[in-house]
């Protein structure tokens, strides 16, 4: 622990977030675009589509039990209804292809393709310290980001270790061990691409393009270690807030999860990434939530019990107060003459429609703020879905990137206008 | 390869049940097939209609692409298995049939044939993250947990170790790096010797929750204490913390109390906050009625773990008086833990990769000497001096740069460990090198690196078909081999997810950590006793035993197990058991924790034992909501299902196993009846479930035969010869799969025809089969 640091953790606060002084000077130019952001979450046992969806389409939307929940920012809201991903059937397995839309991901052949964070992370390079964050609130490092070549990208689970990354300057020492290694990345980086060149006039068609695959990540490894050496050598943002303290209890999702909230804000704030996920999993035990004494896996198994779908509405409920709190968190931060949530598009939705069939039709999706002119409700099809690509080519489009697909999307999803 | 082709041919008219079969035709695509799909597919799968997304007009009759070649594979299995065209419409004449697919079927295997000797059958593939992490523990000889650091491995066709599942990214070599640096952390270390100290210890001495119940929830007896099956408190052994992370060894002196039978003793180890981190059953020992007895055994730790003590069977009552137990307890004398376990020192991991160089002086010759020495085994086979250079090349410029051996030896290590060479399964065309050899033999035995032993072999090109035989003798009694029993089960019976769902705790209340640790087990021990005594592949269907200990015998209602140690049981007809079908881990990893579904546990069936899946769904189906209050049948909501022509197809094959096996419950119970927790009438006593609408287990096979239950429905199975070739057939193309990292291809059927002739004679055994595997022209080519 350092000096400044130790400070601080005594109550000593040095600095406020000045988030100013690490936005790129472009960006605090008047009348520039301003700085667009994006978090993704996907909760894997489902939302239970009783409780959610407005029998009504349009702003008038008469509310729900778990819309009530996010009430308070109801005008920076789109619930769809009637949107799924075409073909991406298979239960559990779907949630793999939560934002990347890959056909099939049951199918003993499946591959997956880049998700919606990664293709916007390839496109903004190493704008920010990191190019997103990957988390998850579970052990293991299963997480909803996908790279170019359909390999998911391992999370980070504990938010100490995030936060000191982001946040914890490291000694003059430490710092130039860090970078001593990446230095060493590279050389070692160049040696094996002179072993991989030499190997590629040794081999047939099939075993090249795997080759070639090893030679490209090289390149990009390369690549990649070079800009984290820049960042490295530059000062971490200060921020006054007390390093998270990992909850090591896996049943308290709920405290999890708003510990990665609390993280994904900061970040968010101090432009340290402008791009998040995290797979909210649900787990094959009794989560912490008062008045829940059942398996949540099996409460999404509900068999249409009653009491079970009450249980589960608990579990539910307490989900959505942590977004809504995440939610009114990125409304209070001011920026950019606005708040955080106008500039951050928030999507929150499950790849189960129905999870006591392990139905994947009829997702359930919200989106928030990010500076569209929201719609309340949109309802499509119940039977004929419209593909929730649309709504990703959307939300490209509002991070200013011109396209008109994304995956099985084509084109902008229809009632949903940028601001 | 004239007779690879004949053979090939004559196993596609076999099937065909042609016999007699002549030289093949010469027919043409134009002259065979053309007309045969015009007048027989085109109704549904031309250009317009694509029923099942298949249309045939786009279909080009060109074999450049392995995908192309799996499609036209697709094609043929149809027309082989007479699913196509569908009963309902006329039958093609079996002159037109048999040269269509003839000419389909000699057109895929040239192409393959011509695929597999210019580039090899099996691509080039990285190791996947177990074969990652057991390959750094045995070239550095260090306990690392590298493989969690690793982005999760993909499944190709149910495996995760053929070519098509081990892509490599940009990630995979920014992890790689990583796991290098905490491996070599590890492996390099210079810390001191920690110290190692041994003591006993007593919960009756304990001053924290044990202690303060002792005479409430805990009973003493003079020598020791005696738990009994409840929650609180927790017997935590809180005297004893892990001072630093390692391997401590424990002993511990048990004995059932009051008991006539033995008691299990479950270990937990790991942190033992309840409300912190991870605690996993790791181990469960007997403890025998009346009879101290120490057992013994070593615990990796992380600093402050310490133990858990658990047992099962009945509770006292969390407020009855001590003194008025009447029933059985686990008693225990006393815990011994010595540790951290040191052994000689600096650790293995020093010794062998660096020997007694001084980290502190070591010179450029040095370095050379070590690393020469960590490349040969590597990169697992012999390397050249040409090759070794750019590695002391960058050691050189390192030791130029920042004057220290260590930092520029590590680098070199590093590099080693993130080259190509290292990181994947390389072999050229054509027949495998020893050393390519000697390493498919070891990734399918032991999914690690090959040994010494083994490498010697490959270097003196001594690894002949009698060598073979011999080593795969050699690695199977090796303890390394448990991976094999458990990676290949994990995948072909998908044990993997065993922790997937969780059984619902009022339907299953008797369901516990034991339970599930017995099921994994139990599978395990089976599969090893089908190896060890080259029993039938048909035993994997039906078998007269069952490996099992006292928590399955009492799960089961098999009467006479005592004791938690695995020992075979001689199976009576009204247990209903026998074969993997019947085992707990496949009926839990085929159920969902709350209600079991016939498609599911029938699909799992064709795909896993037949080794005939069914197609995915069509789209816009939806899937059966389960409804658990009990008033509808799960049959009930299939027929409606089934009575969709386009459903009915594969449901006819899926719904009657599946109907069969709605004798075994979500955790693997035989019921009669299903478990209900609204709308039933006879409430257990001391349940919160009653019994509801009885199980509908009888159905037909497609051929009409019918049966009454999964007994009946395997002995349909296995009295029809085709079916025994069947199912041999599908263990041998997922082991041949497991073993070279490559699906099987269209033109390996004639391989595996090969191996089923010879293992046939043989009364299909498992370990003739694993050498016949081992002999073949597939497992010896690339």
């Avoid at chain 2, 920690?194 to 001053?207: A, G, I, N, T, V």
């Avoid at chain 2, 799992?604 to 008033?631: C, M, Q, S, Y």
Wanted: hydrophobic share 40%; net charge neutral.
């Amino acid at each position: 622990m350092n000096r400044r640091y130790f400070l601080r953790a005594a109550g000593v606060s040095l600095a406020l977030p000045v988030l100013e002084h690490f936005l790129p000077r472009c960006y605090a130019a008047a009348g520039a675009q301003p700085i667009r952001r994006m978090v993704c979450m996907n909760t894997n046992l489902g939302i239970y589509p009783g409780h959610l969806f407005p029998a009504m389409a349009g702003r008038d939307f008469e509310s729900t039990p778990y819309l009530d929940i996010v009430k308070d920012h109801r005008e920076q809201m789109t619930v769809f209804s009637g949107v799924s991903h075409p073909e991406v059937d298979g239960g559990h397995a779907t949630e793999a292809s939560f934002l990347t839309a890959a056909p099939h991901p049951g199918s003993s052949s499946f591959r997956n393709s880049i998700s919606l964070d990664q293709w916007v992370a390839e496109k903004l390079g190493a704008t920010t310290r990191v190019g997103s964050l990957v988390l998850t609130s579970n052990e293991g490092n299963a997480s909803l980001s996908y790279n170019r070549s359909g390999v998911m990208l391992p999370a980070d689970f504990k938010p100490s270790v995030v936060f000191k990354r982001l946040f914890v300057e490291g000694t003059a020492r430490e710092v130039e061990q860090q970078v001593t290694r990446l230095r060493d990345g590279q050389s070692i980086m160049d040696l094996v691409t002179d072993q991989t060149k030499r190997l590629q006039k040794q081999v047939g068609a099939q075993d090249r393009e795997r080759l070639d695959q090893y030679f490209t990540s090289v390149r990009e490894v390369e690549e990649r270690l070079k800009k984290s050496e820049e960042w490295t050598q530059k000062p971490k943002p200060k921020v006054a807030v007390q390093p998270p303290t990992d909850i090591t209890n896996r049943l308290d999702v709920i405290g999890r999860t708003r510990l990665l909230y609390d993280l994904v804000h900061l970040a968010l704030q101090t432009d340290s990434t402008r791009l998040a996920t995290i797979a909210l999993f649900g787990l094959n035990a009794v989560p912490v939530v008062q008045g829940v004494d059942q398996d949540w896996h099996n409460l999404s198994h509900h068999g249409k019990d009653p009491a079970k779908i009450a249980e589960l509405k608990l579990i539910e409920a307490a989900q959505l107060a942590a977004l809504n709190d995440f939610l009114a968190k990125l409304k209070a931060t001011p920026e950019q003459g606005g708040t955080l949530l106008d500039h951050t598009m928030v999507l929150y939705g499950s790849n189960l429609g129905n999870a006591a069939s392990h139905d994947n039709k009829n997702m359930p999706l919200l989106l928030f703020g990010g500076g569209f002119r929201h719609a309340g409700h949109l309802a499509f099809d119940q039977q004929n879905n419209t593909p929730i690509g649309k709504i990703f080519v959307s939300m490209l489009q509002r991070f200013g990137f011109e396209t008109e697909h994304f995956a099985s999307g084509k084109g902008r999803i229809t009632g949903l206008e940028l601001a | 390869m004239p007779l690879a082709r004949n053979i090939f041919v004559f196993a596609v008219y076999a099937s065909l049940l042609v016999p007699s079969f002549a030289a093949p035709a010469s027919g043409s695509f134009a002259k065979s097939v053309q007309p045969f799909f015009e007048q027989h597919c085109f109704d549904c799968h031309d250009g317009s209609e694509q029923k099942g997304g298949l249309n045939l007009e786009a279909l080009k009759p060109s074999f450049d692409s392995p995908e192309a070649c799996a499609q036209w594979t697709r094609v043929f299995d149809r027309l082989e298995r007479g699913e196509m065209p569908p009963p309902k419409k006329s039958r093609p004449p079996t002159d037109q049939q048999k040269a269509a697919m003839q000419w389909i079927g000699l057109s895929v295997f040239d192409a393959e044939t011509r695929r597999h000797a210019s580039d090899g059958r099996a691509a080039w593939r990285r190791l996947n993250r177990n074969e990652y992490q057991n390959t750094i523990r045995d070239l550095l000889f260090v306990d690392v947990d590298v493989k969690a650091m690793l982005p999760e491995d993909g499944l190709s066709g149910g495996f995760d170790n053929v070519d098509a599942a081990l892509d490599v990214s940009a990630i995979h070599l920014e992890k790689y790096l990583e796991a290098a640096d905490a491996a070599l952390d590890v492996a390099m270390v210079k810390t001191p010797k920690p110290e190692s100290r041994s003591q006993r210890y007593s919960f009756l001495d304990d001053k924290r929750e044990v202690g303060k119940s002792i005479g409430k929830q805990i009973l003493a007896l003079p020598d020791a204490a005696v738990f009994t099956n409840e929650v609180y408190p927790p017997k935590r052994l809180d005297g004893f913390r892990a001072p630093v992370a390692g391997r401590y060894k424990f002993r511990m002196s048990i004995y059932a109390w009051q008991s006539p039978r033995s008691l299990p003793a479950m270990i937990y180890a790991g942190s033992q906050n309840p409300q912190r981190g991870k605690t996993e059953l790791t181990r469960a020992f007997d403890a025998p009625p009346g009879q101290p007895t120490v057992r013994e055994w070593i615990e990796l730790l992380e600093r402050n773990d310490t133990i858990r003590v658990v047992t099962s069977g009945p509770s006292k009552g969390f407020n009855d008086p001590v003194e008025s137990y009447k029933g059985p307890g686990l008693a225990v004398q006393w815990v011994e833990v010595e540790g951290p376990l040191v052994g000689e020192w600096p650790p293995a991991s020093v010794a062998k990769l660096i020997g007694d160089l001084n980290l502190a002086k070591g010179t450029m010759a040095d370095a050379e000497t070590v690393l020469r020495r960590f490349m040969l085994r590597a990169f697992r086979r012999e390397v050249s001096a040409a090759e070794m250079q750019p590695y002391f090349d960058l050691v050189r410029e390192k030791f130029d740069q920042s004057g220290s051996f260590e930092e520029a030896l590590r680098m070199g290590l590093k590099a080693v460990l993130v080259s190509p060479d290292f990181l994947f399964f390389k072999a050229a065309p054509g027949k495998l090198d020893d050393y390519a050899l000697a390493s498919r033999l070891s990734y399918f035995l032991w999914s690690t690196m090959p040994d010494d032993a083994l490498l010697a072999l490959a270097a003196k090109h001594q690894l002949t078909a009698a060598n073979l035989r011999q080593q795969v003798e050699r690695m199977l009694a090796d303890p390394k081999a448990q991976a094999f029993t458990n990676n290949f089960t994990a995948l072909w019976l998908k044990l993997r997810d065993i922790k997937a769902t969780m059984p619902d705790k009022k339907l299953y209340p008797e369901f516990d950590e034991l339970l599930e640790w017995s099921m994994v087990s139990e599978t395990h021990e089976f599969f090893d006793e089908v190896l060890r005594r080259d029993l039938s592949l048909l035993s994997f269907v039906q078998s007269d035993f069952a490996m099992l200990n006292s928590r399955l015998a009492e799960h089961y209602g098999i009467p006479g197990v005592d004791g938690l140690g695995f020992r075979k049981v001689a199976l009576q007809p009204e247990w209903h058991r026998g074969g993997v079908l019947t085992q707990a881990a496949v009926l839990k990893v085929t159920a969902n924790g709350t209600n079991t579904s016939p498609v599911v546990r029938g699909a799992f069936f064709l795909d896993r034992i037949l080794g005939r899946p069914a197609p995915a769904p069509p789209k816009n189906v939806p899937a059966i909501e389960p409804d658990t209050r009990g008033a509808t049948t799960i049959r009930a909501q299939l027929e409606k299902h089934r009575d969709v022509e386009l459903c009915a197809t594969c449901h006819s094959r899926i719904d009657p196993p599946g109907a069969a096996l709605e004798s075994y419950d979500v955790i693997g119970g035989f019921r009669e009846k299903y478990r209900a927790m609204t709308d039933y009438r006879n409430r257990v006593p001391g349940r919160q479930y009653g019994y509801g609408l009885p199980c509908e287990t009888d159905a037909a096979l497609t051929d009409g035969r019918k049966f009454a239950n999964l007994d009946e429905f395997k002995s349909l199975l296995l009295s029809d010869a085709t079916t025994r070739d069947q199912i041999a057939r599908n263990v041998t193309e997922k082991l041949l799969t497991y073993a070279t990292g490559h699906a099987l291809d269209f033109a390996d059927r004639a391989a595996v025809t090969d191996i089923l002739n010879r293992i046939k004679t043989k009364n299909y055994g498992l370990r003739t089969l694993l050498h016949e595997v081992v002999q073949s022209s597939t497992f010896r080519n690339k």
